[in-house]
């Protein structure tokens, strides 16, 4: 809201509202600066706003999306991974120990439980 004055001291008030452009992120390829959306696999979408640099990380999630930033490696990578979560690995460091027996619970609590062991 940005306030003017006018001639006869009377307060006028203008209200500016931003329009965003919204993309649909793609699913591969570098990433030019803007705000994107994700919308399948989500019941809500998921919207980030991002700077240049950044880029599609194929492959690694098929129940989501996942971007990166100059690598995918330590130390100067940096990425970020949004996907719906229904199990995870008993070892998250060794894919083939397994998933969690019983499977992960329906809650943010259980994923929580289940991220801190």
């Not at 509202?17 to 990433?31: E, F, H, N």
């Not at 240049?52 to 990425?79: L, M, Q």
Request: charge should be negative; include cysteine; glycine fraction near 10%.
């Amino acid at each position: 809201m940005v306030r003017f004055g006018s001639p006869r001291g009377h307060r006028l008030w203008a209200w500016a509202i931003a329009i965003m452009a919204i993309t649909r992120l793609p699913g591969s390829g570098d990433l030019a600066a803007g705000t994107y959306v994700i919308e399948d696999p989500f019941p809500l979408n998921v919207s980030m706003t991002i700077d240049d640099g950044w880029n599609i990380w194929s492959g690694i999630t098929t129940a989501g999306a996942a971007i990166f930033k100059e690598s995918v490696d330590p130390p100067r990578g940096s990425g970020v991974i949004v996907v719906l979560v229904d199990n995870v690995y008993t070892d998250p460091c060794d894919q083939f120990a397994g998933l969690l027996d019983p499977p992960l619970g329906p809650s943010v609590d259980d994923l929580a439980t289940a991220l801190a062991a």
